[in-house]
């Protein structure tokens, strides 16, 4: 989707080096603000992908799967959005959704290193649905 308005492309560089700013400093209230910021002037996959990292690294996993279903609306085909669902779900105590995302993230996975991270979690999965 294009940028909305007059949004000059020297505005969506600033803002995005601001983004990378407030991330490396941990500043994820900050990063929250400008990634809503730039998603209101260009809904893009990358963006919301940034949401739903800051949600995680917020522990606010609730509010992670929403960013992270906005990006399976653009893209479902993104494996490491489905690892980061199954992550999600697996810190809520929902096993067998978790056990779901890492399996589609197991099929998608065009990487065989971050493949195996996925089977890591589908086992860890299995092991608690059995315990």
């Known amino acids: 989707m294009p940028?909305?308005?007059?949004?000059?492309?020297?505005?969506?560089?600033?803002?995005?080096?601001?983004?990378?700013?407030?991330?490396?400093?941990?500043?994820?209230?900050?990063?929250?603000e400008v990634a809503e910021e730039l998603l209101e002037i260009e809904e893009k996959e990358a963006y919301w992908i940034t949401v739903g990292y800051i949600f995680t690294q917020m522990r606010e996993y609730e509010r992670s799967l929403?960013?992270?279903?906005?990006?399976?609306?653009?893209?479902?085909?993104n494996?490491?959005?489905w690892f980061n669902i199954g992550y999600s779900f697996l810190v809520l105590g929902d096993v067998k959704q978790a056990l779901k995302a890492f399996g589609k993230a197991i099929a998608l996975a065009p990487d065989e290193n971050y493949r195996k991270k996925a089977e890591k979690g589908k086992e860890i999965c299995i092991k608690m649905m059995h315990s």
């Open 66 to 77: 929403v960013a992270y279903r906005n990006v399976l609306r653009m893209n479902p085909d």
């Open 79 to 81: 494996d490491r959005v």
């Open 3 to 32: 940028p909305q308005g007059n949004v000059s492309k020297e505005l969506l560089e600033e803002q995005t080096k601001l983004l990378k700013t407030h991330l490396q400093r941990g500043e994820y209230a900050n990063a929250l």
